[in-house]
């Protein structure tokens, strides 16, 4: 084919490249925040929010933020213990249980859990880890839920997160 017919052929293809908008970038995954060297991903307070396992945060990225990284520094000193918190298999799964019975009758909870990316043995460690904190939060401030007890929790909270430099979005 003689070239003088090619070049309109050319000339539109190279038209509709330059015309073609350019690909977008897609965002895959993210961090968020560091706690002590530990990475809060976007993809971490996405699949908190779908399976509402921090039903105090809402529905607020900054709330689910803010728990997810109070949640580490936690963790953070239960880990510090001399003697490890070790809840009962029993107890998780009366947890996770509890956590079942708080979704809508009929819900596929296995459907939830692939949908969110998170394995039955990662949801029992998160589990485990709750029931952690709270035995460690018990231990350190007494087992009676007033007001006084949620003040001096709440303060503490605030200390550690003073000391890990992790900024107050909430207040």
């Known amino acids: 084919m003689p070239l003088s017919l090619l070049m309109p052929v050319i ?5 509709m490249r330059v ?13 968020v925040e560091h706690v002590y060297g530990t ?7 996405r699949q908190a929010k779908q399976l509402r ?12 933020l803010t728990a997810l990284e109070n949640r580490l520094l936690l963790l953070r000193e239960v880990g510090r213990q001399a003697t490890p918190i070790s ?18 009758a009929g819900t596929d909870v ?6 969110a990316g998170m394995t039955d043995q990662a949801l029992d460690g998160w589990f485990r880890d709750d029931l952690r ?5 018990d231990l350190r401030f007494g ?16 200390e550690l997160r003073r000391r890990a430099n992790l900024s107050d979005r909430l207040r």
């Open 133 to 137: 904190i709270a035995a460690y939060i």
């Open 11 to 15: 000339g539109s293809c190279l038209a």
């Open 87 to 104: 809840p009962a298999p029993a107890a998780i799964a009366a947890r996770r249980q509890a956590w079942a019975g708080s979704w809508p």
């Open 110 to 115: 296995a459907a939830v859990l692939r949908t």
């Open 39 to 45: 990475a809060i991903m976007a993809s971490d307070m």
């Open 143 to 158: 087992a009676s839920a007033d007001e006084a007890r949620a003040t001096r929790v709440a303060e503490w909270i605030a």
């Open 53 to 64: 396992l921090l039903p105090d945060a809402g529905e607020s990225d900054n709330r689910v």
């Open 19 to 31: 015309m073609a908008p350019p690909p977008q970038a897609v965002e895959i995954d993210r961090t």
